[in-house]
């Protein structure tokens, strides 16, 4: 008889760590912000460590939205735009590698190597999230002729938006 062993339906591995250095990342873009931003990208970087080792959608969605009002502040505060960027693409880019470490530990388990997949994954969330920031600070850098930074708040929490709806 072959012995079965249960697959163990936690994040994986490689989903979690690609997923903490993206928050590690943001946090980091967020330090060159505001004080109360960088506060907020160590908070939203811990939660997702905790939804990640909980395995719970509702604890990663209570992250991205700390790393929004992280992003939130940092946008109020005046900062340069590219740290905003940067610290944009690197939440999304967390939360959505951490949704899908969650997704591939329920289907194939802990114990299935799933690095390739879950590179391709997030290289390909990073080319979109690249691109849609690109679009954001060409229309930024056209339209900034004395306009305030309220201007590409907007339109970054428009395009968090539009990840969160096709995400859904």
Do not use: C, K
């Not at 994040?11 to 873009?29: C, H, K, Q, V």
């Not at 939660?47 to 992250?63: K, N, Q, W």
């Amino acid at each position: 008889m072959v012995a079965v062993s249960e697959i163990t339906r936690r994040p994986t591995r490689s989903g979690a760590a690609i997923a903490l250095s993206a928050a590690g990342l943001a946090t980091l873009a967020l330090a060159f912000t505001t004080a109360t931003a960088a506060v907020g990208g160590l908070v939203g970087t811990l939660v997702i460590a905790a939804g990640l080792t909980r395995g719970s959608r509702r604890t990663l969605d209570a992250a991205g939205g700390v790393f929004f009002l992280a992003l939130l502040f940092a946008g109020l505060g005046g900062v340069g735009t590219e740290a905003l960027l940067l610290a944009a693409v690197a939440s999304i880019l967390a939360w959505d590698v951490a949704e899908n470490a969650l997704s591939v530990g329920e289907h194939l388990g802990r114990e299935t190597d799933t690095t390739r997949l879950e590179i391709v994954h997030a290289a390909t969330t990073l080319v979109v999230l690249t691109v849609g920031a690109g679009v954001v600070y060409a229309i930024w850098a056209v339209a900034s002729g004395g306009q305030p930074i309220a201007a590409v708040v907007l339109l970054l929490v428009g395009a968090i938006a539009l990840v969160a709806a096709v995400r859904r």
